[in-house]
């Protein structure tokens, strides 16, 4: 019943996609309109996710999964009746601090609900379900919009709410009742402009060329969430809104640079490859789509499998194993890709790689929450949620810079004029602009195989949880146990 609430919210970050033309058409809104729909909830959502679990923990997860709950489907229900561009673009950053509120609550009702034995089947299940849903937003959204309306991928949200707000208020125990303490303002708002800074650059820096601008609001980001550090390590001894106690758990470090790279690999992946596939092998988009599924159907169906993997081999082993897989399913995918391959060679890199991310989420999770206290499992989950997506935007960041060195702004691939002057190409051209975007493409690849490498020398760092050690939901206080920490 949980994850129905964290399925919507993950299901809505790739569904919106299906409905732009309809968006522009309907509203006869612009493509910055459009794609500011679409960005809104992503900024939304990856600013307020570490607020969101430390209000977890203070007021009790199952409290502030109903209220994000509630918030999401009421933002919903309101961006299906926009009647303008200005009405859904903030209705859809409402959307996104709903999701975010939700989000972050799965992870500590897990760890309190479930013996530590139990988790990497449960960390499974709803590595699944995340995977299922990122693959089934643009079929989802497609089948909708054709069917029905593009209003209705936002619609169709009510009915699976409420029966989520049903079943989770009927049948799900709070774990935790919360510590109902204040956080300060000022901690607030500077976490939330730093990282909403920080977001905004990266989301909106390919789309306005890196100005000297966007860099100007990055540092700013950046200079802010400094100064949130300095006030946060002067709240330590009282209630900060992120404990440092957590960064003193070795396990918890390495899960936020592991989560960074897998981030960086899952969403640096499918734009070059989407490139490729219409641009060099020439298949429409919905073809190219069903190329790309074969990448998470494979996710999604070692995903299910991972928890009793890891109860045989053991986190460190399942989890080093899925990196290395999806870094060798990356690096075949590079070889794989010339301007003159047959797309049936990437279909067994692809499923390599999906199997690698498949039985990687499960155990990175695992892992990294066996020495949080209980008692911060909230901002715990929501710290590494937002790493995660940091890793993602800086993918997409790195990959669209790539690939504009690689190709060029406006030029001629064969003749190095620009495209308006080059009038219409020639066959030559047109084989040289396949192979210098395949080149990028392998370029892109790489840089991602070197993230994921960095990741699998941090999963070697991990250390053997002891024999003895009393699990993370039944501590004996607020403490990270001495065994656990370095």
Not at 113 to 138: M, R
Request: hydrophobic share 55%; charged share 10%; glycine share 12%.
């Amino acid at each position: 019943m949980l994850c129905l609430g964290v399925f919507m919210t993950l299901l809505d970050v790739t569904i919106v996609s299906s409905a732009t033309p309809s968006l522009i058409e309907t509203f006869d809104a612009s493509i910055d309109q459009a794609v500011w729909v679409f960005s809104a909830y992503i900024m939304a959502f990856a600013t307020t996710l570490i607020l969101a679990g430390r209000l977890g923990d203070l007021h009790g997860p199952r409290r502030m999964y109903l209220i994000g709950l509630t918030v999401f489907v009421t933002a919903s229900v309101l961006c299906g009746a926009a009647q303008a561009p200005w009405q859904l673009i903030p209705l859809r950053v409402l959307q996104g601090v709903g999701g975010a509120l939700l989000v972050p609550q799965l992870m500590p009702m897990i760890t309190t609900l479930f013996p530590p034995q139990k988790w990497g089947a449960a960390f499974g299940f709803t590595g699944a379900l995340s995977g299922l849903a990122v693959l089934a937003g643009p079929l989802v959204g497609g089948f909708l919009v054709t069917g029905a309306s593009w209003r209705w991928i936002f619609y169709v949200n009510l009915p699976i709410g409420l029966l989520t707000f049903f079943l989770v208020l009927r049948f799900l125990p709070d774990p935790r009742p919360g510590l109902r303490q204040p956080l300060g303002i000022g901690s607030v708002l500077l976490l939330l402009s730093g990282v909403g800074a920080v977001v905004f650059g990266l989301v909106e820096g390919e789309r306005l060329h890196w100005s000297a601008t966007v860099w100007a609001i990055i540092v700013v980001g950046l200079v802010l969430l400094a100064a949130f550090f300095a006030d946060q390590r002067r709240r330590q001894s009282g209630v900060p809104l992120v404990p440092f106690v957590l960064f003193r758990a070795r396990s918890f470090t390495l899960m936020n640079l592991i989560a960074v790279t897998v981030g960086f690999g899952v969403v640096g992946a499918f734009l070059p490859l989407t490139l490729y596939l219409q641009s060099v092998q020439g298949l429409s988009a919905a073809r190219a789509g069903l190329v790309i599924a074969v990448m998470p159907l494979a996710s999604v169906a070692t995903a299910v499998i991972s928890g009793r993997v890891i109860e045989t081999a053991g986190p460190k082993r399942v989890l080093l194993g899925g990196l290395v897989c999806f870094s060798a399913g990356l690096g075949l995918i590079a070889s794989q890709a010339t301007a003159h391959a047959s797309v049936w060679q990437l279909v067994g890199p692809l499923v390599l790689a999906g199997v690698g991310t498949g039985f990687t989420f499960a155990p990175m999770f695992s892992v990294g929450m066996r020495e949080v206290p209980p008692q911060l499992s909230g901002v715990a989950s929501g710290t590494v949620n937002t790493v995660q997506e940091l890793g993602g935007l800086l993918a997409s960041a790195a990959i669209g810079v790539v690939l504009q060195v690689r190709l060029g702004e406006g030029r001629n691939i064969a003749t190095g004029r620009p495209v308006e002057a080059a009038g219409r190409p020639t066959q030559a051209a047109l084989d040289a602009f396949h192979e210098t975007l395949a080149g990028a493409i392998r370029v892109s690849m790489l840089i991602q195989m070197a993230v994921l490498a960095a990741g699998a020398l941090c999963a070697l760092a991990i250390k053997p949880a002891p024999p003895a050690a009393e699990p993370a939901g039944q501590p004996s206080s607020g403490e990270p146990r001495t065994a656990d920490v370095d």
